[in-house]
């Protein structure tokens, strides 16, 4: 399998370091708002590497942080806690709030189907291993301390900005004026390991005892200290937005190799952000939306994860109404067409052609990673003259990469219940009567199921997510 790696910026051949078990890391979600599509995009492009790794024959150990504490309205350490600032919009606790949208992520990411990390560790329960971490940073001669915080020096750290490519010397380059800087920071680029409970901080509602007195610790810590205690030293691979290339996972590198003086990541593995119409998603654009979103417009979750199948991980998406709507008539013709294969007993033998179907659905994987071409090869594979029980085995096993849950539609039973509200709403049209058409609709989502309009009026019903 190749991927590109942002280390080397180059396609690269994947070897693990243990064949027997890939370790990967990702970085997850600040817990302070909802998560929205644009993280779906992010999340559901990791879990088609993890899955593409075990299609392809890898057991995976894939490990996941939720940040909790630490992380700043800027990534640089400045500004003000989100997790404080999302209570206080709020006026919830810290704590709740945490609770509340790490609820709301993981509700959205498993309507999306995307697997859940073998691991996921809160920052807020590993303070100790960061404290260890930066101690061993300190012994290393790699820190600083002044009245407000412990720093990380960059200066001492010659690779600093490997990973973004930036040297260090135009990372030192002078200090933003229109934020907050402690006053006695050294280099523009050092960041904060831990920060004291003193001046901007001295209400932080979170905090803990150290060696440099009551605080709480930086954000880019946690991930340094959780990868090393779950995955070991040296791992495979770590995966993030692009925009984590050179402030945060430039910091983690300095960070872990710092202690161990060796390579931390073998692959650094980016993804390219959701755009919405064209443009960057934001609040006061009124183009940031969440699942509930998706699901208001009564399209099913799934067909945002067949959305995100048509682009490559490394191009910038784009959500539109218009595409998502297509994208979800696009996964009702591959449910109908599943529904429609029915398998035949009698069936010859035919396994050169599709073993050719399976080798250059591989062969898209195994090339950085091509999903859009995998699905192509799924949508000529259907259109092909293969027998329909071919067609079915092929496509339930590609489904282990897409995701999609398509084994499911084809198995599931449809209630009588909901199967007489169909019949119906199909007289109902027939008589024109649209508004009792509509009424039924309604009542047949609200027990769980959506409708579809087929053609010389016909319906397909599926259970919704
Ligand atoms: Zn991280």
Not at 59 to 73: A, C, E, F, R, S
Not at 414 to 429: D, F, G, S, T, V
């Amino acid at each position: 399998m190749k991927l590109y790696n942002t280390l080397s910026r180059k396609i690269e051949e994947f070897k693990p370091i243990n064949p027997s078990l890939v370790t990967l890391y990702t970085c997850g979600p600040t817990v302070y708002d909802y998560s929205h599509i644009g993280h779906m995009r992010a999340y559901v492009v990791n879990d088609l590497l993890k899955r593409t790794l075990k299609f392809l024959g890898y057991k995976v150990k894939h490990v996941m942080n939720i940040t909790d504490v630490g992380h700043l309205t800027g990534d640089d350490d400045t500004g003000e806690d989100k997790l404080e600032k999302g209570a206080k919009k709020t006026k919830k606790t810290v704590w709740d709030v945490v609770k509340f949208f790490t609820d709301y992520h993981f509700k959205s990411t498993d309507a999306l189907n995307i697997l859940r990390p073998d691991i996921i560790c809160a920052a807020t329960e590993h303070i100790k291993e960061m404290i260890e971490m930066i101690k061993k940073l300190t012994t290393n001669g790699l820190t600083y301390e002044t009245k407000e915080a412990v720093y990380f020096d960059v200066s001492k750290f010659p690779t600093y900005g490997k990973l973004s490519g930036q040297s260090l010397s135009e990372k030192l380059k002078g200090a933003r004026q229109d934020v907050y800087v402690d006053p006695k920071k050294k280099n523009k680029a050092d960041f904060a390991l831990w920060f004291k409970r003193v001046g901007r901080f001295a209400d932080h509602s979170m905090h803990w005892q150290s060696p440099w007195g009551e605080g709480f610790p930086g954000w880019h810590i946690e991930c340094s200290a959780m990868s090393m205690k779950y995955l070991g030293e040296n791992i495979d691979i770590h995966t993030g937005g692009i925009d984590h290339i050179p402030v945060h996972h430039e910091n983690e590198i300095a960070q872990s190799e710092g202690v161990i003086g060796k390579q931390f990541v073998n692959y650094w593995f980016h993804y390219n952000f959701l755009m919405v119409d064209n443009q960057k998603m934001s609040k006061s654009l009124g183009n940031f939306y969440t699942l509930d979103d998706i699901k208001k417009h009564n399209i099913d979750p799934l067909a945002l994860r067949y959305l995100f199948l048509q682009s490559h991980y490394r191009q910038l998406a784009n959500f539109t109404w218009k595409s998502i709507e297509a994208a979800n008539e696009g996964l009702n013709k591959l449910r109908a067409i599943i529904a429609d294969l029915k398998p035949s007993s009698n069936e010859s033998y035919e396994s050169d052609k599709s073993q050719s179907f399976t080798q250059r659905f591989n062969e898209a994987l195994a090339n950085d990673f091509q999903i859009p071409q995998a699905l192509a090869v799924a949508w000529e594979m259907l259109k092909s003259d293969l027998s329909s029980k071919k067609k079915l085995d092929l496509l339930f096993d590609f489904d282990r990469v897409f995701g999609l849950k398509l084994d499911v539609i084809s198995k599931e039973k449809i209630p009588e219940e909901i199967i007489k509200l169909a019949e119906q709403r199909k007289l109902a049209r027939k008589n024109k009567n649209f508004s009792k058409s509509d009424e039924l609709r309604k009542k047949i989502n609200a027990l769980g199921f959506s409708i579809e309009d087929l053609e010389n009026n016909k319906f397909k019903l599926k259970t919704l997510n």
